[in-house]
């Protein structure tokens, strides 16, 4: 899986900020897919054009693994997703592997169109979900985190 | 029940919110400067004022006292406000009840120097108290028992003390202090007892001190390790000292699988670096009393860091990407180097009272044994052959640690923690219903670490 870390630069952030076309920051209920299952409506709103022919979304963390291929990988540490932001094409799986010791779960901030609970993501257990429409897709383990802080990540779709 | 004492308490608590509010001027409410650590903010008082703790914490600024009367509150307390205090008048008659359905009885998220004191968390699935992320905190007179994973757990955290505290019924860990190098902390009179793991401490250290608490009936002991499972790998530099350690062969406690794999061992640090363990008593246990060993860890999520990275801190790995999947191996050892063991009293340990052992040369990887009280080791003779002072010499082969039989021993399987024993009652903190607020900023304060002496057994 080809990985590549970017960070984009401050102004080319401050401008996405600034002209972003009110993206659904956080992905709402939609845009993703839980393997298996059906394409769920896309969020609302459109993709930024980031500024400076970055198009990256506004409300995109500012230091992300890129991931080039149809898949993407997160492992959940105890207690950290690693890597914690990431951005994918549309269409890409996401995999997330319980690589702790405890238990966690994988929630989106917004909606519960995706996800897994920690009954479904106990030690040693994978859970995936495909991500078809371009957003901002924050989740959290809400055993070590809050919805802001503590073992958070996003997945950014892009491109 | 309203009784005169409680009465007293409201008064004095009244009044401590009156003369908040007439600070004027001279009020430095959420400034934890001053003598101490004392804050001068206002008290909200659990029921009186809210009906919950979270509504209090909630409405608390930081310096601010929440003081919680006796009563069972089911409630997942989450705090994100600086410098708070939240303190139970009652150790033992304030209790947070996690009716097995809530997570975290109190969890601190980001919010530095935030202290708990005098209160039970019970019945929780996941952790009795529970700081992550944060600078500075403190856990005084708290009592867990019966909780999913930790009692009293501290990660990715700097700047503590758990103290005075007791933890039992936690498959994983009564107390644990993970994932930070260094961590600046400090765990002092407490008692851990029926949990898989007396205390687990994941690649943490540094200025990390465990003294003067006891340890029993637990699967093990005092277990710092090492693996890529989480942060800032591997464990160094964990002081233990003066400490009761006794009778950690417990067959019924809930137990995850490393509390299993680690049964009957007194202090165990496995793949752990540059422990110093000093002046603690240690007896009757099934396999060591003090036991250097290594931990090996499958699928792992990274390659083992070189020994020139030991003094990296965990703020500069923990945002590192690790290795190339392809290149980490099915299995990685983290190897037991450079601790030392020193001035200890072990007996009574049925498989040696001093071991050290390695999937490696084990005659290399710098750990070290003197002064010690002690009738067996494995290997044998082990003063001489690595002692602290000078060097050593000798077979490392005669006797040597059999890991084949720590690793494949068959042990009792895991007990139910929510039928953990309920333990009697403990002690409180003084003054709990007038002292003033008291956040943690001057954690954990200086420690005499060399006036300690090994504790005499319990009568």
């Given amino acids: ?159 | 029940m309203f009784t005169a004492r409680r009465a007293l308490g409201v008064l004095l608590a009244a009044a401590l919110v009156l003369t908040a509010a007439c600070g004027g001027d001279d009020d430095t409410s959420g400034d934890s400067g001053g003598s101490g650590s004392e804050a001068a903010g206002k008290t909200l008082q659990v029921p009186e004022d809210f009906d919950t703790i979270q509504a209090a914490v909630d409405a608390a600024a930081p310096g601010d006292l929440v003081l919680v009367g006796k009563g069972t509150y089911a409630e997942a307390v989450n705090v994100e406000t600086d410098d708070l205090t939240i303190r139970g008048v009652d150790r033992n008659e304030v209790i947070l009840d996690g009716g097995f359905q809530m997570d975290n009885g109190i969890r601190v998220v980001g919010a530095d120097g935030v202290a708990i004191e005098n209160m039970t968390a019970r019945n929780y699935t996941g952790n009795g108290f529970f700081w992550t992320g944060v600078t500075g905190y403190r856990g005084s007179y708290l009592t867990t028992y019966r909780i999913g994973d930790y009692g009293v757990y501290a990660f990715d955290s700097t700047k503590g003390l758990l103290e005075h505290s007791y933890a039992s019924g936690s498959p994983d860990a009564g107390f644990y202090i993970g994932q930070c190098y260094p961590c600046d902390a400090v765990i002092d009179d407490v008692v851990s007892e029926y949990n898989g793991l007396g205390y687990s401490g994941t690649n943490s250290g540094g200025d990390l001190y465990i003294v003067n608490s006891t340890f029993r009936h637990n699967r093990a002991g005092i277990v710092p390790n090492s693996g890529s499972y989480e942060l800032c790998y591997p464990s160094r530099k964990t002081t233990i000292v003066g400490n009761l350690v006794y009778a950690n062969n417990q067959p019924d406690t809930p137990a995850i699988d490393v509390a299993l794999l680690a049964m009957g061992n007194g202090i165990l640090p496995a793949g752990a670096v540059g422990a110093d363990i000093e002046r603690n008593r240690v007896w009757d246990h099934d396999r060591t009393g003090i036991g250097l060993v290594p931990f090996p860890e499958d699928d792992p999520n990274d390659v083992v860091p070189p020994p020139e990275d030991d003094e990296r801190p965990c703020s500069e790995t923990k945002t590192e990407a690790p290795a190339d999947p392809a290149s980490v191996p099915a299995l990685v050892i983290w190897n037991p180097r450079e601790n030392t063991v020193v001035g200890n009293v072990v007996e009574d340990s049925r498989l040696a009272d001093l071991a050290v052992g390695s999937t490696e040369d084990v005659s290399g990887l710098g750990n070290c044994f003197s002064d010690n009280q002690f009738a067996t080791s494995a290997p044998l003779d082990v003063e001489t052959l690595a002692p602290c002072d000078g060097t050593g010499s000798g077979d490392w082969t005669a006797g040597a640690l059999d890991l084949g039989v720590l690793i494949a021993t068959v042990q009792p399987p895991s007990g139910d923690y929510k039928a953990s024993p309920e333990p009697g009652p403990q002690e409180n903190m003084p003054d709990a219903a007038t002292a003033p607020a008291r956040p943690a900023r001057d954690v954990p304060g200086d420690i005499d670490v060399a006036s300690i002496k090994v504790p005499d057994k319990p009568s």
């Fill in chain 1, 1 to 159: 899986m080809p990985r590549r870390r970017v960070r984009l630069p401050a102004a080319g952030l401050l401008l996405a900020l600034v002209i972003g076309t009110g993206l659904a920051a956080c992905g709402g209920d939609g845009g993703a897919s839980a393997t298996g299952g059906g394409t769920t409506e896309a969020p609302s709103g459109g993709l930024s054009s980031g500024g400076g022919g970055d198009d990256t979304p506004a409300g995109a963390p500012d230091d992300m693994v890129v991931v080039d291929g149809a898949t993407a990988t997160v492992n959940a540490l105890d207690n950290t997703f690693q890597a914690p932001d990431i951005q994918v094409k549309p269409g890409t799986t996401v995999t997330w592997t319980n690589k702790g010791r405890n238990d966690h779960d994988v929630l989106p901030v917004d909606g519960d169109a995706w996800g897994v609970d920690t009954t479904g993501f106990t030690p040693g257990a994978v859970y995936s979900t495909t991500f078809t429409t371009p957003g901002v897709y924050h989740y959290y383990c809400s055993i070590h985190g809050t919805t802001t802080a503590g073992m958070v990540g996003t997945v950014v779709v892009a491109g």
